[in-house]
């Protein structure tokens, strides 16, 4: 049995509930990868995150971005996360309950029976690249926004066109990502039950309104009238592309497996902003 952990950069209690958390794994044969930030504060040897992939559980103590970052590099793994913060809608198990949330996974996983939840990830691509998959959303826009860039950017579900003209960029969103950069973009609320993508104008000259469609839709991106654009996920694996470009957004074939306690849906949407 392997266990993964990964520790929010330069925060001495991610440090410190690693420790406690590798000490009582240790306890129980466990063998313990960690990430090379992390270990180095332990004075241990670290491995790349890439290792995650081949654990048999991966552990994210810290916020939001420490979770997205492990989440990349768990691909198949499931994944507890350990918030640092508030509880979030990914991160499920607060510091106190770490070492009981992440050694009942143990078991489970011991007994052959660990149950998860699945999170859909979006594949965005075009003819001859694609990015690593997005757990919240996908961003396509022009070179910048603001006043002054008359970006066309051209919306198709299956095949039907849904909207064109001038836009900042547009946000193709999950359940999960709908309460993330989405809402800030006037995007509705989707519950995570529900099986969709959101697609989010973003300053859309026209006026045009966000829309839910099926998660097994396909949606087409073409951008045009700007010398370039970009495409970012979970705002941070980028591409630029020069324009006119298509992009194509699907849900990818392997969803994030989140293990741990399930999250109080409602309970969390008390805590945004």
Known sequence: MQVGIVGQRGRERAVAVTDDLRDRLHERGVDVVLDESTATALDVEGSPPERLADCDLAVSIGGDGTFLYAARAAGATPLVGVNLGEVGFLNGVSPERAIEAVTAAVDELEAGSLSTRDVPRLRAGGDDWSLEPAINEVLVQGPRRGAGVDTTV????DGSTYASGVADGVLVATPTGSTAYNLSEGGPLVHPSVDAMVVTPMFARDGT????VDGNSTIE?????ADSGHVVTDGRQARELEAPFDVTVEVSEQPLHIAGPDVD??????KLE
């Open 154 to 157: 051209s919306v198709g579900v």
């Open 209 to 212: 309104r966000p829309l839910v």
């Open 265 to 270: 849906y409602f309970e969390a949407l008390e």
């Open 221 to 225: 991106l073409h951008v045009e009238n």
